[in-house]
C-alpha cells in the first residue's frame, strides 16, 4: 500500500496516521509509509499515546491458541 503522496513536505494528519498504527505495530507497514507515520507520532501527543497503546498487541496475538480461536462456538 505505497502511496507517493508520503513525503516529507506532505505530512500526515491524525485520520490517517490512526488507520496505519495497527499496521506500523504489526511490523507490515511499507517502509514509505513508516517515515510518514514516525514523523507524525513524534510530534503528537494523541497519535504517541495511541501507538502505545497498541504496542501491546503483537505480546497479546502470540498468546492466543490457533486452533482454539479458531474452534466453532
Do not use: F, K, N, Q
Request: glycine content about 6%; some cysteine; proline content about 7%.
Amino acid at each position: 500500500m505505497s502511496d507517493s503522496r508520503l513525503r516529507p513536505d506532505d505530512p500526515l494528519d491524525c485520520a490517517e496516521v490512526e488507520l496505519l498504527l495497527g499496521v506500523l505495530v504489526l511490523g507490515a507497514i511499507d517502509p514509505g509509509e513508516r517515515y510518514g507515520v514516525e514523523a507524525h507520532v513524534a510530534s503528537c501527543a494523541r497519535c504517541a499515546s495511541t501507538l502505545a497503546d497498541l504496542a501491546v498487541l503483537p505480546g497479546l496475538l502470540h498468546r492466543v491458541d490457533v486452533d482454539e480461536a479458531t474452534r466453532p462456538l
